[in-house]
């Protein structure tokens, strides 16, 4: 499942990605609402989940990067439910190469 959240600077896309890694994670979930209490939430919250990687697409932008999340993608989660790629400023990703002809 992808889910994309477009909007301007500063209206909480990134925020709102971890509070759905949260709901899906959380030990009393898939929840609406996370308890904010259990290893799921806490990890999520101060950043040290294993399992909900956070990459910062303006920085990272190469194909060599999206590499990297594609074989990281082709394991399961290592602790909790599900794992989640937050790719943040997705639009700085390079383009495909185009095919030449
Ligand atoms: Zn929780």
Redesign the pocket.
């Known amino acids: 499942m992808a889910t994309f959240f477009t909007g301007t600077r500063g209206t909480a896309k990134t925020t709102v990605a971890r509070l759905l890694a ?1 709901t899906l994670n ?4 898939p929840a609406p609402e ?5 290893d ?2 806490v990890s999520i919250t101060n950043g040290s989940c294993i399992d909900v990687i956070e990459m910062d697409a303006a920085s990272h932008r190469g194909v060599a990067d999206i590499e990297e999340v594609r074989k990281a993608v082709g394991y399961g989660p290592m602790q909790f439910r599900y794992k989640v790629f937050i790719i943040d400023e997705a639009h700085q990703l390079s383009s495909m190469p185009k095919t030449p002809f």
């Open positions: 949260k959380c030990d009393k979930g996370p308890c904010n209490e259990c799921a939430c």
